[in-house]
């Protein structure tokens, strides 16, 4: 489980909080786990049914492709996932690299070290190790050839940033003393020292992956939730309501504690399930727990008490 602190953000005269009504699920970089990220899904869809509120709204933090070995399938995922609920998906550095590899094939250069040869291979190619300009440029064509239109336009459509009541969503960070609307990309994508460094308030307490962490970060100024899923196997889910800040219990530990539920929360890869039927069996946990809710307000006998317990995404306090 991770182990949050609550730190110093207390200390200020108004708690930071979202707008009433409002929980925000924050989700840190994926990196091609998808065997995690669709466990994740289902914790928000069980907490969700769980813990009702007015407006869930779902807020990735970038980098879903590179490293791990799954990336397609993240990005499956994804586009399913916004047909569903409410969400917002940034744009990491990682998908930056994707988009500019399509138009200049050189990018390759930079982008193999970066876990982009794992990503050509999550889509049918064959890299080498080392290809020369004229490889680079057939991996460019084969790549978007064998892009589907939804993850295109998926990719396409990926914000620079979010903003909710006291807090903004970014991939890497802001640059001290810019204003949120003046950042550039460059930065909002890949700052680290001048922004990690900053120990003064930004304009919004700043929630933001890129640099991974052991355990979430929180300091005054900015949350840190990147746990380096694809190294890992630690995806982080941190929950924003009101001025209340907590995450969801870890994904793996999660899934150990339902053995009856049929091997249907069981990790592994997800290659051979299209990203539809796993969001089935995801919301149908969700149904599960909404029906648990129902007995509760109806005072209903509760057979399942100790199962829904277990089911319950929220860590015990």
């Known amino acids: 489980m991770i182990a949050w ?60 492709i590179d490293r791990g070995p799954e990336s397609r399938q993240v990005i499956e995922l994804l586009a399913a996932w916004k047909n569903v609920r409410h969400s917002v998906f940034l744009k990491g550095n990682h998908e930056d690299f994707f988009l500019r590899f399509l138009k200049d094939a050189a990018v390759l250069q930079d982008w193999r070290y970066c876990g982009g040869l794992e990503t050509l291979v999550a889509y049918g190619l064959r890299p080498p190790i080392s290809p020369a300009a004229t490889e680079q440029a ?35 960070g802001l640059r001290p003393l810019v204003a949120i609307e003046r950042q550039t990309e460059d930065d909002l994508l890949w700052i680290r020292d001048e922004f990690l460094l900053w120990d003064r308030p930004f304009e919004k307490i700043v929630v ?21 899923a694809f190294a890992t196997g630690r995806l982080t889910c941190m929950v924003f309501e009101g001025a209340e800040i907590l995450p969801l219990v870890d994904v793996r530990l999660w899934a150990r504690g339902l053995p009856e539920w049929d091997g249907q929360c069981s990790s592994g890869p997800v290659r051979s399930r299209s990203a539809e039927a796993i969001l089935d069996a995801r919301r149908s946990l969700a149904a599960l727990a909404a029906a648990h809710v129902r007995k509760l307000k109806n005072n209903s006998v509760d057979r399942d008490g100790d199962f829904m317990g277990r089911l319950d995404p929220r860590p015990a306090i």
């Open 5 to 64: 602190k609550p730190v110093s953000l207390r200390r200020r005269r108004r708690s930071p909080s979202v707008p009433e009504g409002v929980r925000i699920y924050a989700v840190g970089d994926v990196h091609g786990r998808a065997d995690l990220l669709a466990l994740l899904l289902s914790q928000i869809e069980v907490d969700a049914a769980l813990h009702p509120v007015a407006r869930p709204i779902t807020v990735f933090l970038g980098d879903y």
């Open 138 to 172: 057939q991996l460019a064509r084969d790549l978007a050839g064998a892009l589907p239109e939804t993850h295109r336009a998926f990719l396409q459509a990926l914000e620079p940033f979010f903003i909710c009541g006291d807090f903004v969503f970014v991939h890497a």
């Open 208 to 228: 933001h992956g890129h640099t991974p962490v052991h355990e979430p970060d929180i300091r005054n100024n900015r949350i840190n939730i990147d746990t380096g």
